[in-house]
């Protein structure tokens, strides 16, 4: 089982820095994605599957989804479509695809071999975890709600000034 803790650890950093040297947003997120899972797979192999699942349904899931709405909301022109399908083309996926069969390789001897969490010492559940977050480490995330509110906040305003910029704009060009 340390074996595959390795390879998914190896797996999660790799994809990491695809992610991080990627100019391409498309091709960096195939490369997140791939990360989110592979940390899914650390945590469920160090004994926390309920923070793997939620590794994969909140980040893997609705993060990427609410990027991929955020690229799609830019309302690119024209050309900038027809850049990216040449960008698009069928090697972008091989990166992807070797690390995800690589992940898809450990999952099938997890399973096989049975044991979830022969690196860790115990299974870490619900209630344990909730207590953590919500007692000693109740700061860190009172602090992380904060942030994103804030991040929320930041987006809407600078959403509604380009709002306003585009009806200065149509008003302008109406006279």
């Keep these: 089982m340390q074996v595959a803790f390795y390879i998914a650890a190896l797996v999660a950093v790799i994809s990491t820095i695809m992610v991080i040297t990627r100019f391409n947003i498309i091709h960096a997120l195939l490369y997140l994605v791939v990360s989110f899972m592979a940390m899914a797979v650390v945590f469920f192999i160090l004994g926390a599957p309920f923070a793997a699942a939620l590794e994969v349904i909140v980040y893997a899931g609705a993060i990427v989804v609410l990027i991929i709405f955020v690229i799609m909301m830019l309302n690119q022109k024209e ?19 070797i690390l995800s069969a690589l992940m898809m390789g450990e999952l099938v001897y997890i399973i096989y071999v049975g044991e979830s969490h022969a690196v860790g010492q115990h299974v870490v559940d619900v209630k344990e975890l909730g207590k953590t977050l919500y007692g000693p480490y109740i700061l860190a995330v009172e602090l992380g709600g904060m942030l994103l509110m804030a991040g929320i906040v930041g987006a809407y305003h600078l959403g509604r000034q380009k709002k306003k910029v585009i009806h200065r704009f149509l008003k302008e060009k109406e006279d």
């Design 79 to 97: 050309e900038a479509v027809t850049q990216e399908k040449k960008w698009l083309t069928p090697m972008v996926y091989v990166g992807p695809a």
